[in-house]
């Protein structure tokens, strides 16, 4: 499963396919939405996107690391760091094992936005959270 990574690329061709815009249309607003995020994340501000999950900034401290080689101490200055928590809808799709991904397209829907279609053989919807 591993080794996969979705490219901005990918994305754009997803929006292309889906939406139905041109190529270009969809590179920008891809660019765009990736762009809205980031700036918001640099602002302090947290981004929650429904049934995936919220982008957080974190301050940490000034604190004292050990070189694992030398054992020596090091300052390690203050910084801040990304944090991304997942939803519990985009939990139970990762950890489903195979079941529909039918609750996350139904999301989609009641949240008007535009889902990927949804193909998973031999199971129901909602068949692994008992929906």
Do not use: C, W
């Amino acid at each position: 499963m591993a080794g996969q990574t979705v490219t901005r690329a990918q994305l754009t061709e997803a929006v292309y396919q889906e939406v139905g815009l041109s190529r270009n249309e969809s590179a920008e607003l891809v660019e765009s939405v990736i762009a809205e995020i980031a700036g918001a994340l640099e602002r302090g501000e947290i981004v929650k996107i429904s049934s995936f999950g919220s982008f957080s900034v974190r301050k940490k401290g000034q604190r004292v690391g050990r070189n694992p080689k030398t054992g020596q101490e090091v300052p390690i200055s203050p910084r801040r760091v990304l944090v991304f928590r997942a939803s519990h809808t985009l939990k139970d799709q990762i950890n489903a094992r195979g079941a529909s991904l039918q609750p996350i397209a139904e999301a989609a829907k009641r949240a008007d936005v535009k889902a990927l279609p949804v193909e998973s053989p031999g199971h129901t919807a909602g068949s692994a959270r008992g929906d």
